[in-house]
């Protein structure tokens, strides 16, 4: 269901994204993006968005546009990060595991979903990897203590979108009842660790010696 509070959260992240490819393009460097989370955005949105014909219901021009600005744009920065600016990304630092989480979200998925079908437990594993996908940026940050003042923006909007949605459940919950357990439970991880991320920066102003070893998140 597309409610004023959804169509502003799903702005919000479609300007995140293209936000982060302009300034990137515009810098020309991805120095401080943490390219281990746009993979694993990009995981995210390819295992959700696989089969838009899935949902009758929801097949809408709306949707599918959606669904093709977010896969397009996260494979892209990807692209960008691993490709033309490839000497600018960070990947002395960058260094997060990512199966440390992807296998995880993977298991769960298989067992804790709506429907054992292939696209269900895509969807679910796609819900639980996007709640922790920002652990790279998380750990980056804390190792490098350096965060650009655009890339400051791109994370409020994240940020921002985050917040939307949940307003967006809360409404949807109010008016009908309706509520999704998964999203709902990962959608707070997900806030959480938005506010946390948040708050280290928040301390980041008051040092002016970059330290670029660090080795835990934190």
Excluded at 113 to 122: D, I, S
Aim: glycine fraction near 4%; proline fraction near 3%.
């Amino acid at each position: 269901m597309l409610t004023g509070y959804r169509l502003l959260a799903d702005s919000f992240h479609a300007f995140a994204m293209l936000y982060l490819l302009f300034n990137i393009w515009r810098t020309k460097s991805c120095f401080g993006v943490s390219g281990k989370t746009q993979i694993l955005y990009f995981a995210v949105f390819a295992t959700r968005y696989a089969d838009p014909v899935t949902f009758p219901g929801t097949y809408t021009v709306y949707n599918v546009l959606m669904k093709i600005l977010f896969v397009s744009a996260t494979l892209i920065t990807v692209m960008v990060m691993h490709g033309i600016y490839r000497k600018t990304y960070d990947r002395e630092n960058d260094t997060f595991y990512n199966e440390l989480l992807v296998l995880p979200c993977f298991v769960t998925a298989l067992f804790v979903n709506y429907r054992m079908e292939p696209f269900e437990v895509m969807w679910a594993f796609s819900i639980f990897l996007e709640a922790v996908a920002i652990l790279p940026q998380m750990d980056l940050i804390c190792k490098t203590f350096h965060v650009e003042p655009w890339f400051k923006c791109y994370l409020l909007l994240l940020g921002s979108y985050r917040a939307l949605y949940v307003i967006h459940w809360i409404d949807r919950y109010g008016q009908n009842g309706l509520y999704d357990p998964l999203a709902l439970i990962s959608g707070g991880i997900q806030t959480v660790l938005f506010v946390l991320l948040a708050l280290r920066i928040a301390t980041l102003k008051h040092r002016n010696v970059r330290i670029v070893t660090v080795s835990t998140i934190c």
